[in-house]
């Protein structure tokens, strides 16, 4: 059996960055990653600019600190200056608008005093350029200001505005299916009959897609009859990641792996050591079975929700990242256990926990949780403590490490 370290690693050596599109740009992708190197059509400012509401003047006037000066003109911003100050000469200028010819500095409204077209100065502290931002100061033309690889936040969105770029190469988001299996699962809003319960992976489970920067679709719930399933899963094939939760171990209703198996899915692993979890399928499709499937990445979750949730963090999240062209993860950290905790077990544990930052670094509180099916139990954490196999007295203190789940 695999270590989840062995089984993260089968899974990214099969995830490769999905091919570039050419995107418009809005909010809907934030967060995706430039597939091209961006240069600028403009000097930015694209003229010496104010930068302050202000008088705009010749420095060597004010050279005592103290001047009376002239207003030759009112420049506000979008308009472009008709005069050339000259000596004794100044001109009214607002934030933004360009500097007229002549004048090599900018003294802020506070420190004038406008009496009709004269103006009293106090700017003990004058020199060249005060106030002035410098033509192609942040940018030339021709000048590349973002590379491929750059990940959008809204700074980088602002900027490709500011360079004319209203459409971009991008990283395109992976695009993922969600279909959990199980005779008993009944959707939301349905009120369970006997031995039934309700679909609470898939709202999880596209939450997580979304979450990680997919793009998620919900095909439905999968009876535990092979015509059906096969259906749902030659549909998921035509996207880049599948996901189904249940159905994956051995038991005589757990059809998933044979289905995919007759599909053309290769199954890389089947089974990982680690709690909760364990029958966690991951396959990659080899053959031509179903058109167009080819190297598309499927993932058999167990059903219970948290070992659904753990085992998405832990393998799917990073193969959605790296389709991405994004940084895989999981993100780890090592966190001092805040409080003695004696635990048994025969598999390293993902058990559900608070990590805290706090003024003696990181430390990790394992939460009260009954288990796999308890979904209501991990609402107060934030993480999971990884906890070795054996029987161990942990105590306050020891070092642990910690899987974060909450990274954006
Ligand atoms: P399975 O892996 O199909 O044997 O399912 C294991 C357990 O998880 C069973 O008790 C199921 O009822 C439960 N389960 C499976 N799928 C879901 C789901 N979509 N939402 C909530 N619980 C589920
Ligand atoms: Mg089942």
């Not at 091209?36 to 302050?52: G, N, Q, T, Y």
């Not at 004319?164 to 993922?176: C, Y």
């Not at 609402?379 to 999971?384: D, R």
Request: aromatic share 4%.
């Amino acid at each position: 059996m695999l270590t989840v370290a062995q089984a993260l690693e089968i899974v990214l050596a099969n995830a490769v960055p999905l091919p570039t599109q050419m995107m418009l740009l809005g909010p809907d992708v934030l967060g995706c990653v430039l597939a091209e190197d961006v240069a600028s059509d403009i000097d930015l400012p694209p003229f010496d600019k104010a930068m302050m509401d202000g008088i705009a003047l010749r420095s060597a006037d004010v050279r005592t600190g103290e001047a009376e000066l002239t207003i030759i003109e009112e420049i506000p911003a979008g308009k472009t200056p008709t005069k050339t100050v000259g000596a004794l000469q100044a001109a009214r200028i607002m934030t933004g608008a360009p500097i007229p010819t002549g004048a090599d500095a900018v003294v802020m409204i506070e420190n004038c005093t406008i009496d009709g077209d004269k103006v009293r100065v106090k700017e003990p502290r004058i020199k060249p350029r005060l106030n002035i931002l410098d033509r192609a100061k942040e940018m030339r033309v021709g000048e590349i200001v973002l590379r491929a690889g750059a990940r959008l936040r809204p700074q980088e969105m602002g900027l490709l505005a500011a360079v004319g770029r209203t459409s971009v190469k991008l990283q395109a988001a992976a695009r993922v299916a969600v279909a959990p299996t199980g005779d008993e699962i009944v959707p939301a809003d349905v009120k369970p009959g006997p031995g039934q319960i309700r679909n609470s992976n898939g709202a999880m489970l596209l939450a997580q897609v979304a979450r990680a920067g997919g793009a998620p679709t919900f095909l439905g719930i999968a009876r535990d009859e092979a015509t059906h399933l096969r259906k749902l899963v030659t549909e998921g094939l035509l996207y880049d990641v599948l996901i189904l939760s249940g159905g994956v171990s051995a038991g005589k209703l757990d059809l998933v792996p044979g289905v995919l198996a007759e599909l053309g899915v290769e199954a890389l692993f089947h089974k990982v050591v680690m709690k909760p979890g364990k029958p966690v399928l991951f396959g990659v499709v080899r053959s031509g079975k179903v058109k167009d499937a080819r190297n598309k990445l499927v993932f058999g979750l167990p059903g219970n929700p948290v070992s659904s949730l753990v085992c998405f963090e832990l393998f799917v999240r990073p193969a959605i990242r790296k389709l991405m062209a994004l940084d895989p993860g999981p993100s780890w950290v090592n966190a001092k256990l805040a409080r003695d905790f004696p635990y048994r077990t025969d598999r390293p544990t993902y058990h559900p926990a608070q990590l805290q930052l706090t003024d003696a670094g990181w430390t990790i509180d394992p939460t009260a949780w009954f288990g796999s099916p308890d979904l209501r139990g991990i609402l107060s954490a934030n993480a999971f403590v990884l906890l070795p196999e054996g029987d161990h007295h942990h105590r306050a203190g020891d070092n642990l490490m910690a899987l974060n789940v909450e990274n954006e």
